[in-house]
């Protein structure tokens, strides 16, 4: 496989294992989740070294003792590093990974929508309190 389509593989992998990691974090995941996460950024680190030894002098690879947050923002990171390489586009909405946007139609729904939106925002922060009272007991 050609190098650049190969970065293109890992960097979403990575991207994956992100968003899988912090949204286990945010359920209360298992040992077994966070060493899975843990060892597949590890190996992502790996072949990305092996492609580009660049990458060893700034990334280091994660010990089993790290959360599933740390792994979250290492897989990040890492992507990061090489967004230059695989962003489809130029501008900065085209760089940003599985978004799309089209200014005009945001607009219009802005318009018609920011009422409600500010209004569920203002919900969740009148309840977050709440809620997190009700995990915590339940999780006792």
């Given at each position: 496989m050609e190098?650049?389509q190969?970065?293109v593989k890992?960097?979403?992998?990575?991207?994956?294992t992100?968003r899988?990691?912090?949204?286990?974090?945010w359920?209360?995941?298992?040992?077994?989740?966070?060493?899975?996460c843990?060892k597949?950024?590890?190996?992502v680190l790996e072949?990305?070294?092996e492609l580009?030894?660049?990458?060893?002098?700034v990334?280091d690879?994660?010990g089993d003792d790290?959360n599933?947050?740390?792994?979250a923002m290492?897989?990040?990171?890492?992507?990061?590093?090489?967004?230059?390489?695989?962003a489809p586009?130029g501008?900065?909405?085209e760089r940003i990974?599985?978004?799309?946007?089209?200014?005009d139609?945001?607009?219009?729904f802005w318009r018609?929508s920011?009422?409600d939106i500010?209004?569920f925002?203002?919900?969740?922060?009148e309840?977050?309190?709440?809620?997190?009272?009700?995990?915590?007991?339940?999780?006792?």
């Amino acid at each position: 496989m050609e190098r650049a389509q190969e970065i293109v593989k890992l960097v979403n992998v990575l991207r994956r294992t992100a968003r899988m990691a912090q949204q286990a974090a945010w359920a209360g995941s298992d040992a077994e989740s966070i060493t899975f996460c843990v060892k597949q950024y590890n190996k992502v680190l790996e072949r990305l070294t092996e492609l580009d030894e660049g990458v060893a002098g700034v990334f280091d690879p994660l010990g089993d003792d790290a959360n599933l947050t740390v792994v979250a923002m290492a897989c990040r990171q890492l992507a990061a590093f090489y967004e230059d390489e695989t962003a489809p586009g130029g501008s900065k909405w085209e760089r940003i990974y599985g978004a799309a946007f089209d200014p005009d139609s945001f607009k219009e729904f802005w318009r018609q929508s920011a009422k409600d939106i500010e209004d569920f925002g203002e919900f969740i922060r009148e309840n977050l309190d709440a809620w997190a009272a009700m995990r915590k007991k339940k999780g006792e």
